[in-house]
Nanobody, 113 residues
């Protein structure tokens, strides 16, 4: 069992940046794919970004060029750098050990002027 804890959410103006972090209680080195998902109010949870081994990435079209996912297997962390944020990026962001089936509790991101 790996517990995931997200941090770094908050309120930011459109065009601003946030960096989300996900800390794992155990090693993520053996977890093939880690990811970030988000859920906007009244909508289903959706994929934002995935990162595999040794660092291949995939992004949903709406965040390409603005978000960057990264992982540090030595520190057991996964990060999501979010730039040029838009109001439609608002939601609860969840970290996931995708291939292991573990989820964090989520962190709220609100983009509003």
């Amino acid at each position: 069992q790996v517990h995931l804890v997200e941090s770094g959410g908050g309120v930011v103006q459109p065009g601003g940046s946030l960096r989300l972090s996900c800390a794992a209680s155990g090693s993520i080195a053996s977890i093939g794919i880690m990811g970030w998902y988000r859920q906007a109010p009244g909508k289903q949870r959706e994929l934002v970004a995935l990162i595999g081994q040794p660092g291949s990435t995939e992004y949903v079209a709406s965040v390409k060029g603005r978000f960057t996912i990264s992982r540090d297997n030595r520190k057991n962390t996964v990060a999501l750098q979010m730039n040029s944020l838009k109001p439609e990026d608002t939601g609860v962001y969840y970290c996931s050990a995708v291939t292991a089936g573990f989820w964090g509790q989520g962190t709220q991101v609100t983009v509003s002027s």
